[in-house]
């Protein structure tokens, strides 16, 4: 096929990107086929205007996924698949009860020590370590209450349980392991109105980072944890 120097795009002074050289010849084709429909009207034109239809949408398609690695090109994603240990503590105690006795064994976050930490103030974070407690109340947030909407009347509260000092130990190897720290526990009540706590082993998800000196951490906070919890079930 002769193309008509009419229809040629006009030169320019600077290289085209790929894409804007497929929008150029896009153009070209598109008025050559137009000069050929006016003059033949015949039905081969119209499959060849249907071929290049397929053609440029199939390379747009392509463009499309270009972009779309380029995008990707600039940030990796990677997943991992782990085991986590979940534990349910069921109490005979009622929910107010155990509660209760909780929030007596757990004192609230003195939050002088994390601005202690982060003033990297080594003495006092000794002192603590040697006479604080091991774990605080970081936040109690009341999950049965937003059943109101729902017309349901259910005791439901989750807890962030933990210690500044502690997750430090952590995330000064491993700083991904402040994903965990402080630690999730819920309350709940059953439907005879007795305490329940659900949480999932820290040492469980803490293993995942390899490191024998966050593994350690999180067994000791197994440990810590478990006490306190069975304690106030008990």
């Given at each position: 096929m002769?193309?008509?120097?009419?229809?040629?795009?006009r030169?320019?002074?600077?290289s085209?990107r790929?894409s804007?050289?497929?929008?150029?010849l896009?153009?070209?084709i598109?008025r050559?086929?137009e000069v050929?429909?006016?003059?033949?009207?015949?039905?081969r034109?119209l499959f060849?205007?249907?071929?290049?239809s397929?053609?440029?949408?199939?390379?747009?398609?392509?463009g499309?996924?270009?972009t779309?690695?380029q995008v990707?090109?600039?940030?990796t994603?990677?997943?991992?698949?782990?085991s986590?240990?979940h534990?349910r503590i069921q109490s005979?105690?009622?929910f107010a009860?155990?509660?209760?006795k909780?929030e007596?064994?757990?004192?609230?976050l003195?939050q002088?020590?994390s601005?202690?930490?982060?003033r990297g103030?080594?003495e006092?974070?000794?002192a603590?370590?040697?006479n604080?407690?091991?774990?605080?109340s970081f936040l109690?947030?009341?999950?049965?209450?937003?059943l109101?909407?729902?017309?349901?009347?259910?005791?439901a509260?989750?807890?962030e349980?933990?210690?500044?000092?502690?997750?430090?130990?952590?995330t000064r190897?491993?700083l991904?392991a402040?994903?965990?720290a402080?630690?999730?526990?819920?309350?709940f009540e059953?439907?005879?109105?007795?305490?329940?706590?659900?949480?999932?082993k820290?040492?469980?998800?803490?293993?995942?980072?390899g490191?024998?000196?966050?593994?350690?951490v999180g067994?000791?906070?197994?440990s810590?944890?478990?006490s306190?919890?069975i304690a106030?079930?008990?």
């Amino acid at each position: 096929m002769n193309i008509p120097r009419s229809v040629w795009p006009r030169q320019v002074g600077y290289s085209l990107r790929a894409s804007d050289a497929l929008k150029v010849l896009e153009v070209a084709i598109a008025r050559i086929l137009e000069v050929r429909l006016r003059a033949t009207g015949g039905f081969r034109t119209l499959f060849i205007f249907a071929a290049y239809s397929v053609v440029f949408a199939g390379s747009a398609e392509s463009g499309s996924d270009d972009t779309t690695q380029q995008v990707m090109n600039k940030a990796t994603i990677t997943s991992q698949t782990i085991s986590v240990e979940h534990i349910r503590i069921q109490s005979k105690r009622p929910f107010a009860e155990v509660r209760s006795k909780l929030e007596d064994l757990l004192p609230r976050l003195d939050q002088s020590i994390s601005e202690a930490l982060s003033r990297g103030d080594r003495e006092r974070a000794k002192a603590y370590g040697a006479n604080g407690p091991k774990l605080s109340s970081f936040l109690v947030r009341d999950h049965g209450a937003l059943l109101h909407v729902a017309g349901l009347q259910f005791s439901a509260l989750q807890y962030e349980i933990g210690n500044p000092l502690t997750a430090s130990k952590m995330t000064r190897y491993q700083l991904g392991a402040c994903l965990y720290a402080p630690l999730r526990v819920a309350l709940f009540e059953d439907q005879q109105d007795r305490g329940v706590f659900e949480y999932d082993k820290p040492s469980s998800f803490f293993g995942q980072f390899g490191d024998d000196r966050v593994t350690d951490v999180g067994r000791y906070l197994d440990s810590a944890l478990e006490s306190v919890l069975i304690a106030a079930a008990s």
